[in-house]
């Protein structure tokens, strides 16, 4: 998966939870967890018009009283079926450290089931990672590798403790 696919997911998502306006869609990612897929306002509109172009969002218009006018868009057929594939292939592929898995819990976080195993398998990948990571003696002491490292067991650790609440 890109980083333009999970924020595209991350966007998705949102919508699934509940219709939103654009601005509310851009606040949201742009603060609090959700700031980590570093979408700007306009990376934000950029997806909508993409979604737009599929006929993934049906437009509502919202009376703003005193302030203007918005449209508040909401996820068609077309869209929960590409999120409904999305999530499903999740659990076939691998997610490399360079897309943060806050698109993956975000999913979870709107309601969404992850296919069997796509927990397993990203706990695998990391874990997998780490190993080979902590055979690199070459850039053990590196600040990057030492970020790295720190991002990686805290996904890790977070996806064990998702395993142990969707998986029982």
Known sequence: ?????A???????????HPAHGYEIA???STGPLALLGLSRAAVYSILDRF?????V???????????????LSLTDAARRALDDEIAALGSQSLPLTVPLIAVTL?????????PGALDRLIADRTRTLAAWSRDQAHAASASQRLAR???????????????????
């Open 107 to 115: 999913c979870l976080d709107s309601g969404a089931r992850l296919p």
């Open 27 to 29: 606040k949201a990612v």
């Open 58 to 72: 049906q437009e509502h218009p919202e009376p703003g009283g005193a302030y203007p006018d918005r449209t508040v």
């Open 1 to 5: 998966m890109s980083i333009a696919r």
């Open 7 to 17: 924020r595209e997911l991350a966007v998705l998502s949102l919508l699934a939870a």
């Open 150 to 168: 720190k991002v990686a067991e805290a996904e890790l650790s977070v996806l064990e403790e998702l395993r142990a609440e969707v998986e029982p």
């Open 52 to 56: 737009r172009t599929r006929d993934w």
